[in-house]
């Protein structure tokens, strides 16, 4: 079973970073690509970003909104994908979910409460 | 950017009867492989979202058939043959082809 549980998410101060972690299980990894999309309060959804797999390159690709302040790595050996966000903002509040490949198979979530 | 926009916002529907949710890009959506990566997502009431439907109309394990895709270009269908309890929720439309990738504003189905 497909199997991915984000973590690290919180309250934070605007211009703070927070690092969340996307840990899988069930699929190989190292044959996915791995994205990040989020949702504010009430709204629909947004596309973050997404890493390639090392066949491809591993470079990722980020939503303008992000682009400068995000980063998304991937640890093959751990199966794990992380966001680092910098320079926050208010607007940067929601949940965050990772997905494998292109939003194949979704996470439950980790909510990020951007807020002084 | 691709604008992905749905219509209707809301549908309310009745139990056992069918619906249809539109979407519409504003560029066409077919890939420069000849694919075309148009996207249903739902998202029940607390949920994470699902995937339903990739590439206009294959469905993914474990949907049941009463949902289908179609469309070509610009413009999309999903719809539900009989709505049951269990449908209640957002649904999503994406577009895959373009960077960025664009969500439609989500179409919600309730009960009447």
């Known amino acids: 079973e497909v199997q991915l549980v984000e973590s690290g998410g919180g309250l934070v101060k605007p211009g703070r970073s927070l690092r969340l972690s996307c840990e899988t299980s069930?699929?190989?990894?190292?044959?996915?690509?791995m994205s990040w999309f989020r949702q504010a309060p009430g709204k629909g959804l947004e596309w973050v970003g997404f890493?390639?797999?090392?066949?491809?390159?591993?470079?990722?690709d980020y939503a303008p909104s992000v682009k400068g302040r995000f980063i998304i790595s991937r640890d093959d050996s751990k199966s794990i994908t992380d966001l680092q966000m910098n320079g926050l903002k208010t607007e940067d509040t929601g949940v965050y979910y990772c997905?494998?490949?292109?939003?194949?198979?979704w996470g439950q979530g980790t909510l990020v409460t951007v807020s002084s | 950017d691709v604008v992905m926009t749905q219509s209707p916002l809301s549908l309310p529907v009745t139990l056992g009867q069918a619906a249809s949710i539109s979407c519409r890009s504003s560029?066409?959506?077919?890939?420069?492989?000849?694919?075309?990566?148009l996207n249903w997502f739902q998202q029940r009431p607390g949920q994470s979202p699902r995937r339903l439907i990739f590439?206009?109309?294959n469905r993914d394990p474990g949907v049941p058939d009463r949902f289908s895709g179609s469309g070509s270009g610009t413009d999309f269908t999903l719809k539900i043959s009989r709505v049951e309890a269990e449908d209640v929720g957002v649904y999503y439309c994406?577009?895959?082809?373009?960077?960025?990738?664009?969500f439609g504003p989500g179409t919600k189905v309730e009960i009447k």
């Open positions: 994406m577009q895959g082809t373009h960077w960025p990738l664009s």
């Open positions: 997905t494998a490949g292109v939003a194949v198979a």
């Open positions: 890493v390639r797999t090392k066949v491809s390159g591993g470079t990722a």
């Open positions: 069930g699929f190989t990894f190292t044959d996915h690509a």
């Open positions: 590439k206009i109309s």
């Open positions: 560029r066409s959506l077919v890939h420069s492989d000849g694919s075309t990566y």
